[in-house]
């Protein structure tokens, strides 16, 4: 009798053509394939499994009758490892894991292939195969190569270390902060002077030890720098431990990526109280020396001014008083650059703003100046044509030491 079987080769050859799909899957799939039975003997591995752990090829690893050769094997290769990157016995892999709960387990390990000393990490995920009575049989776990990523991981880390120590080491309060101004780190210099925590100081919890006066200010120009994507510094007091206020410069820098985002700033702290407090100390001086010149000046002036009235332009001793006068006038005048130079310092310079005639301003100056010089002759050329808005004294200073400067220079010329 003859059985019509066209359905069973129709099935097989189905059957057939999936497994090679599979077969050919699983070879070219770029992490490793086995299938472990409950006594963890490998029913099946692709190449690429073989290789991890020393074999040349699939059959050789499959004509391993003894089982504990291959876990002796394994635990003279394999060291495995916790998240918290703390070593564990070797059954803690994901294979046992699975056998062990019946679920899917993923574990980070590290093996050291005995063939070529090569040393591999790796990230096995393992999946747990019921039978029809719903009782595990087998594991199918998958092995992928993660050497690339825990070497750049390690690379990372101990750049960061370095920077830590490096950061740790100077003398500067440090910080770090994301691209858009949230601080996340301190140095422990900062930490130290300042009595704080990272919790106290993290985001925009530095404003805590800012001055009051000069907070407001602060926030509002890093806001806009943080904006932008170049360096930046500022001068102002932060508040040390025990509660004294000290001068700071702080720099910060951008940190950008390959195609030109900021990353985040790397900043840095100085302190410059001492400079700081030499300079207010000397402008103070400057001031107060400079208002208490002006007082016997003026006096001096006076007289001199009674003197010359009294005097006929013939009389010798009138010459002689002009230029005691002019002597005077020129003192006075340092006097008052002496002043304007602190004033501009602390930003407390003020100006007379008027509208005025540059042509008289002009021909005013070269005309006193041309009195103090008999080796050159000021000429003038051109004429403004409308009046000029700003402050007459100032300007006629800048125009004054011009002309001063070229005389002086100029020692050869005549013009």
């Avoid at 499959?62 to 635990?75: C, G, M, P, T």
Wanted: proline share 2%.
């Amino acid at each position: 009798a003859s059985i019509d079987i066209t359905d069973r080769k129709e099935a097989e050859e189905k059957i057939k053509d999936a497994r090679e799909l599979l077969e050919t899957t699983f070879q070219n799939v770029p992490s490793a394939i086995y299938n472990f039975d409950k006594t963890g003997k490998i029913l099946y591995l692709n190449e690429i499994g073989a290789n991890q752990i020393g074999y040349a090829t699939i059959e050789e690893v499959l004509a391993e009758k003894d089982v504990s050769q291959l876990r002796k094997r394994a635990y003279e290769t394999f060291t495995v490892w916790n998240e918290q990157g703390e070593p564990m016995p070797v059954d803690q892999n994901s294979t046992a894991l699975t056998f062990k709960t019946g679920k899917s387990s993923e574990v980070v390990s590290q093996l050291i292939n005995k063939k070529t000393g090569a040393s591999l990490w790796l990230l096995s995920r393992a999946s747990p195969l019921y039978d029809d009575n719903g009782q595990l049989i087998k594991v199918l776990t998958t092995s992928t190569d993660i050497t690339l990523q825990k070497t750049s991981e390690q690379t990372l880390r101990q750049s960061e270390e370095q920077f830590r120590t490096f950061a740790n080491s100077i003398q500067n309060l440090a910080w770090i902060a994301n691209a858009d101004g949230w601080m996340y780190w301190y140095n422990q210099q900062w930490y130290d002077y300042t009595g704080t925590t990272l919790e106290e100081m993290q985001g925009w919890g530095w404003e805590k030890v800012h001055h009051p006066d000069h907070i407001k200010k602060l926030v509002e120009f890093v806001k806009e720098a943080w904006k932008k994507d170049e360096a930046f510094e500022q001068t102002f007091p932060l508040r040390r431990h025990d509660g004294e206020y000290r001068w700071f410069i702080t720099r910060a820098y951008p940190v950008k990526d390959a195609n030109g985002n900021i990353e985040r700033w790397i900043g840095t702290n100085t302190d410059i109280h001492e400079q700081k407090i030499t300079e207010q100390k000397k402008d103070e001086f400057i001031s107060v020396a400079s208002h208490e010149m002006k007082t016997p000046l003026t006096t001096a002036k006076g007289y001199i001014q009674l003197l010359l009235l009294s005097l006929s332009e013939e009389n010798q001793t009138a010459l002689y008083a002009k230029r005691v006068n002019q002597a005077v006038e020129k003192l006075n005048d340092l006097a008052t650059e002496l002043l304007d130079a602190s004033k501009i310092q602390n930003g407390q310079l003020d100006y007379n703003i008027t509208t005025f005639d540059l042509n008289e301003m002009v021909d005013e100056t070269i005309e006193n100046i041309q009195h103090s010089t008999t080796n050159h002759s000021i000429q003038k050329t051109g004429n403004c044509s409308q009046q000029i808005t700003g402050d007459r004294g100032r300007l006629q200073q800048v125009l004054i030491n011009f002309l001063t400067n070229a005389i002086k220079y100029s020692p050869k010329a005549d013009k």
